[in-house]
């Protein structure tokens, strides 16, 4: 295929270390000539990471690229968001990633906002229509979703409550995120759902976020991944291959743009990439 013409971006965490955060910057270079509409930054949980994502938000700007910083209700106050919305309002940042985020262990209380839906409405109530608001969907339904239909619901109101457009939790079968997509449509909800990639370099790594956050690995994929064992190199050529494939799937299903999950790497979301004809 000729290079194609479906937007990408990426999303990294704060580092923690400075060898990290060179790492992130040199990571950065590589993915920002591949001229992604945005680069995301997580809020850790608790919003224990706040100060660290606001310092890689400001990287981001002062080196002319698009920069969406994550949200997160839990752990915070309005004084706390408003604050925040000010500071990056004020630097020229036009998009936001607006979650619930997860709990951390020991925290008794989720803050002043219970739901996303609820940081949406005070996101657009204090700063009207300057932001892209994105939040999260979720193909394979929400771990803690009470039903797949309890799920699609709050999903609706997240996007009725202000927001733009929705980023998956990132899935391996194409088929959720077609059907997801049909789904929203059929409830009247006709924001874009952009899939999240998340590339494949360490089976183990995968499998314990995909336990964790109720992405499904699909059997054959695990039984494929298990019986390479310690073959590192056999492991990624195929999460390339099978990545791959998936972005064609959803690139010519209509899928308005694609967020690579990067975990602070360049190298597999770039290999992905490459195979699909994007060129640096």
């Given at each position: 295929?000729?290079?194609?013409?479906?937007?990408?971006?990426?999303?990294?965490?704060?580092?923690?270390?400075?060898?990290?955060?060179?790492k992130?910057?040199?990571?950065?270079?590589?993915?920002?000539?591949?001229?992604?509409?945005?680069?995301?930054?997580?809020?850790?949980a608790?919003?224990s990471?706040?100060?660290?994502?606001?310092?890689?938000?400001?990287?981001?700007?002062?080196?002319?690229?698009?920069?969406?910083?994550?949200?997160?209700?839990?752990?915070?106050?309005?004084?706390?968001?408003?604050?925040?919305?000010?500071?990056?309002?004020?630097?020229?940042?036009?998009?936001?990633?607006?979650?619930?985020?997860?709990?951390?262990?020991?925290?008794?209380?989720?803050?002043?906002?219970?739901?996303?839906?609820?940081?949406?409405?005070?996101?657009?109530?204090?700063?009207?229509?300057?932001?892209?608001?994105?939040v999260?969907?979720?193909?394979?339904?929400?771990?803690?979703?009470?039903?797949?239909?309890?799920?699609?619901?709050?999903?609706?109101?997240?996007?009725?409550?202000?927001?733009?457009?929705a980023?998956?939790?990132?899935?391996?079968?194409?088929?959720?995120?077609?059907?997801?997509?049909?789904?929203?449509?059929?409830?009247?909800?006709?924001?874009?759902?952009?899939p999240?990639?998340?590339?494949?370099?360490?089976?183990?790594?995968?499998?314990?976020?995909?336990?964790?956050?109720?992405?499904?690995?699909?059997?054959?994929?695990?039984?494929?991944?298990?019986g390479?064992?310690?073959?590192?190199e056999?492991?990624?050529?195929?999460?390339?291959?099978?990545?791959?494939?998936?972005?064609?799937?959803?690139?010519?299903?209509?899928?308005?743009?694609?967020?690579?999950?990067?975990?602070?790497?360049?190298?597999?979301?770039?290999?992905?990439?490459?195979?699909?004809?994007?060129?640096?």
């Open positions: 295929m000729g290079n194609p013409t479906t937007p990408i971006s990426f999303e990294f965490f704060p580092p923690q270390t400075p060898e990290g955060a060179s992130l910057t040199a990571a950065r270079q590589l993915l920002a000539a591949f001229k992604p509409e945005f680069f995301s930054v997580t809020f850790g608790g919003g990471t706040q100060d660290r994502t606001l310092d890689i938000i400001k990287q981001i700007h002062a080196e002319g690229h698009n920069a969406a910083p994550h949200l997160s209700c839990v752990g915070s106050t309005r004084d706390n968001i408003r604050g925040l919305l000010n500071t990056y309002k004020d630097m020229g940042i036009k998009r936001i990633v607006a979650l619930r985020g997860d709990l951390p262990s020991g925290m008794g209380s989720i803050g002043e906002f219970q739901y996303a839906n609820e940081l949406v409405s005070f996101i657009r109530a204090e700063t009207g229509e300057h932001f892209h608001i994105e999260a969907a979720y193909p394979e339904f929400h771990p803690q979703a009470r039903s797949a239909r309890d799920d699609m619901l709050n999903y609706k109101r997240k996007i009725n409550a202000g927001a733009n457009s980023i998956t939790q990132y899935f391996y079968n194409a088929d959720a995120y077609f059907r997801f997509v049909d789904e929203t449509r059929k409830l009247g909800v006709e924001a874009p759902v952009v999240g990639i998340m590339p494949i370099v360490r089976y183990s790594q995968l499998a314990r976020f995909s336990d964790m956050c109720g992405a499904e690995i699909p059997r054959w994929m695990r039984k494929t991944m298990e390479y064992g310690d073959d590192v056999s492991v990624q050529n195929f999460g390339l291959d099978v990545v791959t494939e998936l972005c064609e799937k959803l690139i010519a299903g209509g899928a308005p743009a694609l967020h690579f999950y990067t975990l602070n790497q360049a190298k597999a979301s770039i290999d992905i990439l490459q195979r699909l004809g994007y060129r640096a």
